[in-house]
């Protein structure tokens, strides 16, 4: 009963939020058909957290609830604005006149928020993983007195990571009074629910744009039509999956296995296919059923392999939607997704009215004299505090579909793409002023870019990921290149596709000769008389090193031959993406020629065409995920890992995004298009391309909810762990409700249950996660002599030693349970000699230390 009315109050809050911000929303996207109202929740959060950070980061608003509360009242403030000019009345009039628009869209926010609350309830830990890195920011920022908050894995400082997704859930958490624990799985389906209802309105928007520009179509069809494709966002983005999940219940049911005359079982297919865990034998007996030990769900997010020239396979990162929810880490590329999909909108809204937009603003210097500026730069701008990754891409997205309408209008010049840059460059750097407070403490991992040489992605990798995505858009480009009869377009895509594949392979290579050949120009240079020409070879010397340690120490020339052999013998990879980017950009030159061709006037600001149709949308969608996946095959950005494994995920994830989007939209154009035989084989294609795409969601469902069982159904991610660990719950809970202070416990390695007291307490510890701190800082600076000093504290017989090391990080609570026992060879006495003991339970002891810690003596 309570799990429900903290189920309740979550979707009263998020509801009023998007109450808050409809007029907002509904004045902004003027030009979508759906007004925004499916991305309502997600504009008026992100408004409120702004607002709320902001002020706290400036010290005008206190960290608690009477701040949050009174950023509330200011987004109301706005909202009031917003709706002044009788724009309420119209806001309401759209309503009444798309009533089953706005109760289809809240009736899918519903089902998908309590449908993933359920999901979360039946496998609620917040452990493993990054559930403990997330739960620990979460109560961190509860616990902060002031922004930014501090760090809880190393106390003394703030965080160092993008970090503005877990304020948006603390901030109701703490509005609701729920615990962090139950708020974890909340924001979980939450975050589900708004995903969902911002791709259904999106697609929506895109299909009734569609069909309003088509002749013959009535009004109330093409809004039906609309509403029921709607569904298909969600459905392609968030549901439909890899195909991993038939392999699994082919490699269960022994097909492609025989048993060699020796009894040992083997198999070609799943030899070349590759995929580890399936390129080992099944259980016997055979089961159709798969019952793979360990975690049977966690194959599908790893389904690429790199590997090294002596063949070692490389962990590659490949995670979807739905295999993200259903992990729910709360990371910030799940944090991200409904602000990307708010990002989106923005593009869409400009897309679809720039005839108005360009009349009105000729250039971006006009255009920021306009509040509507300020609010796309905050949308976009918060990308990089939710998850940098996407900042960069959807600013990239938004200047681009500038560019375009401007092609649209004049044709092409250079001007174009100068202005892009400039535009690009003015929201970038407003996005980033206005979240400056968190840039100040910002440190990041990332060190530039690197040639990815021999590593690359096989095409049967490829197409298990993204197959139920690429058959209705390689379809729909199919179909619609069969309209396109220009040869000329047809000659300009090939050229513009050799030179960018042609061309980005001749600067890998060229990059990758540089790099290797780092450790001889830097020898040169080293024994250099001049200071800086001898730093500047050393470092050479440094880089050239590293670089080549990343291809374990071989010749550049048994590294070039595996790079050209590798592309040659798997070819799927960028033959795929070769012809999709051939039919993308053939489409976007000849429907661009097509408008060009019906305006006659001369090319200027002030020519009106027609309505931008929806499809060269879609294709900007096609060709911006064609960029994401083209490029780690020729580059990576270089972090801690050294390889291509954050790159492929970050740039794969929002891939999906986009060509989910676009796979909704081409699977309602070719179903409302193809008729008789096309019709029908476009649909048996589809139909088993989903159904391929279902049998992951479905299996994994089943496996990961112990076959949907209710017997511990909770939305408690800390039951676990009280179960398992009573002594250790009990005093957390003490810890929670204590004075704020520096706690020392046993410090170990990431994912696992080290950490524990300060992540579920709030309280900042002297150093958690090592690794992850590492990643964060991108080096280990900070953390010092941090883990030894640790040790020290609990090993040493000396209180001096103790009281030093205590005093050095201004440590308040010294906790010893299980885990430091088991750590350390705990010496208590000098504790129970000078400390008093503020809570003990059977196992754990947990010592406060005085004020006057130099006053105490042995």
Not at 307 to 328: A, G, H, M, R, W
Not at 606 to 616: D, G, L, N, R, S
Not at 695 to 701: E, G, K, S
Request: glycine share 8%; with cysteine.
């Amino acid at each position: 009963m309570a799990d429900l009315l903290h189920l309740i109050s979550w979707y009263l809050i998020i509801s009023l939020v998007g109450l808050a911000a409809l007029p907002i929303g509904y004045r902004f996207f003027s030009r979508l058909p759906g007004r925004g109202i499916t991305l309502a929740r997600p504009l008026g959060l992100l408004l409120w957290g702004f607002l709320f950070w902001l002020l706290a980061s400036l010290g005008v608003l206190q960290n608690d609830l009477g701040g949050v509360l009174l950023a509330f009242v200011c987004l109301a403030a706005i909202s009031l604005w917003a709706g002044t000019g009788g724009r309420f009345l119209d806001l309401y009039l759209w309503i009444k006149q798309n009533l089953r628009l706005v109760l289809t869209s809240e009736g899918l926010f519903l089902v998908a928020f309590v449908g993933w609350a359920i999901i979360r309830g039946m496998n609620p830990e917040a452990a493993y993983t990054e559930k403990p890195m997330e739960l620990a920011f979460i109560n961190s920022i509860l616990r902060s007195p002031s922004f930014p908050p501090q760090d809880p894995w190393l106390s003394g400082y703030a965080i160092s990571y993008y970090y503005f997704g877990y304020v948006l859930i603390a901030m109701i958490t703490r509005v609701s009074g729920v615990a962090s624990s139950i708020a974890f799985n909340l924001s979980s389906a939450l975050w589900f629910a708004l995903t969902a209802s911002a791709l259904y309105g999106i697609v929506h928007d895109l299909v009734f744009t569609w069909l309003e520009g088509k002749p013959g179509n009535q009004e109330s069809a093409a809004r039906k039509y609309a509403r029921a494709s709607g569904f298909l966002g969600p459905l392609f983005v968030l549901i439909a999956s890899t195909y991993e999940g038939v392999l699994e219940f082919l490699h269960s049911g022994g097909v492609f296995w025989h048993q060699a005359a020796d009894g040992v079982w083997k198999s070609k297919f799943w030899s070349w296919l590759a995929i580890s865990d399936l390129d080992e034998a099944p259980m016997l007996p055979f089961n159709w059923i798969p019952s793979r030990s360990g975690w049977l769900w966690w194959r599908g997010s790893r389904v690429l392999q790199d590997l090294s020239l002596s063949n070692t396979k490389i962990e590659v990162i490949d995670e979807f939607p739905f295999f993200s929810y259903l992990l729910s880490d709360l990371h910030p590329h799940v944090l991200g997704m409904p602000f990307v999909l708010l990002a989106v909108g923005v593009s869409l809204n400009l897309f679809l009215g720039s005839d108005q937009f360009f009349s009105k603003f000729h250039y971006i210097q006009s255009w920021m004299r306009n509040w509507s500026f300020w609010l796309t730069a905050l949308i976009l701008g918060s990308l990089a505090f939710i998850n940098t990754w996407d900042f960069p891409i959807y600013v990239g997205l938004f200047c681009f579909i500038w560019g375009y309408a401007r092609y649209q209008r004049n044709g092409w010049n250079w001007k174009i793409f100068r202005e892009l840059i400039k535009n690009g460059l003015i929201l970038g750097v407003t996005g980033v002023f206005l979240f400056l407070p968190f840039y100040i403490g910002f440190a990041s991992q990332a060190g530039g870019i690197l040639p990815s040489l021999e590593y690359m992605t096989r095409g049967i990798h490829f197409w298990i990921l993204f197959g139920v995505l690429l058959v209705p858009i390689f379809i729909w480009l199919v179909y619609k290149i069969t309209k396109a009869k220009d040869p000329t377009n047809l000659k300009k895509g090939l050229i513009f596709t050799s030179v960018i594949f042609i061309g980005l392979f001749l600067i890998m290579i060229l990059y990758g000769a540089f790099a290797f050949g780092l450790s001889g120009m830097g020898s040169s240079l080293v024994d250099s008389s001049n200071y800086f020409v001898s730093r500047l070879g050393s470092r050479m010397i440094m880089g050239g090193e590293a670089f080549t340690g990343l291809h374990g120490n071989n010749q550049f020339s048994e590294v070039f031959r595996a790079t050209i052999l590798r592309r040659v013998q798997s070819p799927g990879t960028w033959l795929t993406l070769g012809v999709m980017l051939l039919l993308t950009l053939v489409l976007l030159i000849s429907r661009q020629q097509n408008q060009v061709e019906e305006t006659t006037q001369p090319a200027t600001d002030e020519i009106a065409i027609k309505k931008p149709e929806a499809e060269h949308f879609v294709l900007i969608l096609v060709l911006f995920g064609l960029m994401l996946t083209i490029f780690p095959e020729f580059f990576y950005l270089r972090d801690q890992f050294g390889w291509r494994m954050n790159t492929i995920f970050k740039f794969y994830f929002q891939a999906w995004i986009l060509w989910g989007i676009a796979a909704a939209i081409a699977s309602a154009w070719l179903f409302r298009s193809l008729a008789r035989w096309k019709g029908f084989l476009y649909q048996m294609a589809w139909i088993v391309s989903l159904i391929a795409g279902l049998a992951y969601p479905l299996l994994m469902l089943w496996n990961k909810t112990e076959k949907f069982s209710f017997a511990n159904w909770t939305l408690d991610g800390n039951a676990y762990f009280a179960e398992y660990y009573p002594d250790d719950y009990d005093a957390i809970v003490w810890l929670q409700n204590a004075p704020l202070g520096i706690v020392s416990e046993a410090v170990g390695g990431s994912y696992t249950e080290y950490a524990r007291v300060s992540t579920r307490s709030g309280q900042p510890t002297v150093l958690g996660w090592p690794g992850h701190e590492s990643q964060w800082r991108g080096g280990a600076a900070e953390m010092g002599s941090r883990f030894e000093d640790m040790q020290r504290l609990y090993e040493t017989k000396s209180w001096e030693t103790a009281a030093a090391i205590i005093d050095a990080y201004d440590i308040r609570y010294i906790y010893i349970g299980g885990l430091e026992w088991s750590t350390y060879a705990v010496n208590m006495e000098k504790f129970d000699q000078m400390l008093e003991p503020v809570y003990n339970n059977q196992s754990v002891v947990i010592y406060e230390v005085p004020s006057d810690l130099g006053d105490l003596n042995p």
